[in-house]
């Protein structure tokens, strides 16, 4: 007696083609002393994919107009069956999603995996930081609460200072010269297709990349990369007993970090819950301390913190210069040593970096 899943496995695979396009990628070779500091990247893929999953649910529920966005999360908060454990899971799956993205991004640093030839690799890892960012910042805005309102108002009031321009992006983002109705629907459309298509379809030729260029091997002390001959030396350096297939162990590796992690988030958003809505959102009360989420709190306190004489021109210039000094990264270097201890300058300039983070973070709640 044949066994009926492997004849329709068969049958479907024969017409879908499945083995030669999931085949390649299930043998391509990656370096075997490629452990645990390379899950990141899927951790954060599977984040994403959680997203749209809790995303599209609430949407079932969630009514992004102005007079019922708050009202409707109040109705999933206490009346909607396990809408609270949904926000809650939303809510810190987003959270998850950027961790994991900056542990990404700082393993990719360390390791300089932005060096020839995944220059183009770390290209399309900014514009994902900057999307999952403003998915971030979006969301919180569909809260639609005190903190959305006033983080809204700051973020238009930064906005309004740009020259010539400040009042075309300021309709733009907010739909009108004040926020309203328009501004929470602009907000949802960025939220719910806008940025998920564009993370979805940057992520497809992200992984692409990393599977043409093969994924970099831990650095070790005195191998340096000339772009001359590098993919030469790469595939030496990870042929026979240094490399291996990315299916069984690799990809096991991954979902079992990525499973361990999607459990861990099921638990606190079950024990901590969902947050907010933190009050209708009022113009008119100003006796109030709205607070940004944590990812943005640095920006908060940073403005909280500048002298007035300067506030315009840094609100102005740092985001671009920060943007831009993240886009350059490889092309101020995409060859040489590879291994942290052989990098000083990266090193002092990450720890100093998320020191100044941590510590206009741990600011802001004060
Ligand atoms: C939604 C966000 C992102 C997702 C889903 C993602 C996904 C991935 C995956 C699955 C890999 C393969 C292996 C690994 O996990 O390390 C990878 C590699 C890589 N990623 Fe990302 N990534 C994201 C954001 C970023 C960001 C923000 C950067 C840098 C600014 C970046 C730079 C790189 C580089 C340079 C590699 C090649 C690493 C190597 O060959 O060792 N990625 N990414």
């Excluded at 321009?165 to 929470?184: A, K």
């Excluded at 361990?260 to 969902?274: D, F, Q, T």
């Excluded at 100093?352 to 973070?361: G, R």
């Amino acid at each position: 007696m044949s066994n009926p899943f492997k004849t329709i496995a068969t049958w479907v695979n024969e017409r879908m083609q499945l083995q030669s396009s999931i085949g390649p990628i299930m043998s391509h070779r990656v370096p075997l002393r490629a452990r645990w500091f390379y899950v990141f990247g899927s951790a954060t893929l599977t984040c994403f994919l959680m997203q749209i999953l809790t995303g599209i649910l609430l949407s079932t529920v969630y009514v992004p107009s102005a007079g019922e966005a708050y009202q409707s999360l109040e109705y999933l908060n206490y009346v909607q069956p396990l809408g609270w454990y949904l926000r809650a899971l939303h809510a810190f799956f987003g959270n998850a999603m950027v961790f994991m993205l900056l542990c990404h991004l700082v393993q990719v640093v360390i390791f300089a995996s932005y060096k020839y030839p995944r220059e183009l690799t770390w290209v399309f890892g900014v514009v994902l930081f900057l999307c999952v960012l403003a998915m971030a910042f979006s969301g919180q805005i569909l809260r639609w609460d005190q903190d959305a309102y006033w983080g809204l108002g700051i973020g238009a009031s930064m906005a309004g200072r740009i020259p010539i321009l400040g009042p075309y992006v300021v309709h733009l983002m907010l739909g009108g010269p004040i926020i309203g109705g328009e501004t929470l629907s602009r907000f949802f459309a960025l939220h719910v297709f806008v940025l998920p298509l564009t993370i979805a379809g940057v992520i497809f030729i992200h992984v692409m990349l990393v599977l043409k260029n093969g994924i970099s091997d831990p650095p070790r002390s005195g191998v340096v990369v000339n772009p001359k001959t590098e993919r030469e030396d790469y595939k030496k350096r990870i042929s026979g007993d240094e490399g291996t297939t990315f299916f069984p162990t690799p990809i096991a590796r991954d979902a079992i970090f990525s499973g361990g992690l999607v459990i861990v988030v099921a638990l606190l958003a079950a024990m901590l819950g969902p947050t907010g809505p933190n009050g209708i959102p009022d113009p008119t009360i100003i006796d109030t301390s709205p607070k940004p989420d944590i990812w943005f709190m640095f920006l908060f306190s940073s403005l909280a913190l500048l002298p007035p004489a300067i506030e315009t021109f840094l609100i102005l210039t740092a985001p671009a210069v920060l943007i831009l000094a993240l886009f350059s990264v490889p092309f101020l270097s995409n060859s040489g040593q590879r291994h942290i201890s052989k990098r000083p300058v990266t090193a002092l300039l990450l720890i100093f970096i998320f020191t100044v983070y941590f510590v206009l973070t741990w600011l802001g709640y004060q």
